[in-house]
T-cell receptor
Framework: SAVISQKPSRDICQRGTSLTIQCQVD?????MFWYRQQPGQSLTLIAT?????????ESGFVIDKFPISRPNLTFSTLTVSNMSPEDSSIYLC????????????FGPGTRLLVL | SQKIEQNSEALNIQEGKTATLTCNYT??????LQWYRQDPGRGPVFLLL?????KEKRKERLKVTFDTTLKQSLFHITASQPADSATYLC???????????FGTGTRLTVIP
């Protein structure tokens, strides 16, 4: 298993600003993922954070809006850029120790409200 | 289009009874199907994984079935307790794919 922490746990931001969310894992993991969970909806994968290379984005998500860093095997950041109220959501980091199709362990999430 | 539907947004049952949650999918060929529990304000927690060639998997009071012909998974909690109250999510992954696709979840309330 893996223990994951995220910072900040919540934030209220103004339209047009950017927020960087940090994800820290207590052990080295191969795969890290970023999800969005909009109010009343399920989780949608934003991107897979790749160590040492650019993130792999899912359809509908672009690097300019959600730049991701992964400098090592235990840490990643997701930035939500030029925010609008539609970006209000919970952002979750997850990791897999054995492969994307296998069990994923989730962080507690970052609750973002954009005014 | 691809869909993962969890029947019943909300399910209320009496303590001690068996809760049965349903996950149906269309236009997927899942290699794995997983169930997660999510409590308010927290991230999902993994419960069980079942592979496409498995019919049933059990863990303590939990049981999952997987019918690839019906394109359905059933999740059972026997002898349910108020502490089982949470939202339960099914998720599936396809061979060669690099991500999990999640259903919208069923909010279970176990009434004492």
């Amino acid at each position: 298993s893996a223990v994951i922490s995220q910072k900040p746990s919540r934030d209220i931001c103004q339209r047009g600003t950017s927020l960087t969310i940090q994800c820290q894992v207590d052990s080295q993991v191969t795969m890290m993922f970023w999800y969005r969970q909009q109010p009343g909806q399920s989780l949608t994968l934003i991107a897979t954070a790749n160590q040492g290379s650019e993130a792999t984005y899912e359809s509908g998500f672009v690097i300019d809006k959600f730049p991701i860093s992964r400098p090592n095997l235990t840490f990643s950041t997701l930035t939500v850029s030029n925010m609008s109220p539609e970006d209000s959501s919970i952002y979750l980091c997850s990791v897999s120790t054995s492969g994307a199709q296998e069990t994923q362990y989730f962080g507690p999430g970052t609750r973002l409200l954009v005014l | 289009s691809q869909k993962i539907e969890q029947n019943s947004e909300a399910l209320n049952i009496q303590e001690g009874k068996t809760a049965t949650l349903t996950c149906n999918y269309t236009n997927y060929s899942p290699a794995y199907l997983q169930w997660y529990r999510q409590d308010p304000g927290r991230g999902p927690v993994f419960l069980l994984l079942i592979r496409e060639n498995e019919k049933e998997k059990r863990k303590e009071r939990l049981k999952v079935t997987f019918d690839t012909t019906l394109k359905q998974s059933l999740f059972h909690i026997t002898a349910s307790q108020p502490a089982d109250s949470a939202t339960y999510l099914c998720a599936l992954s396809q061979t060669g794919a690099n991500n999990l696709f999640f259903g919208t979840g069923t909010r279970l309330t176990v009434i004492p």
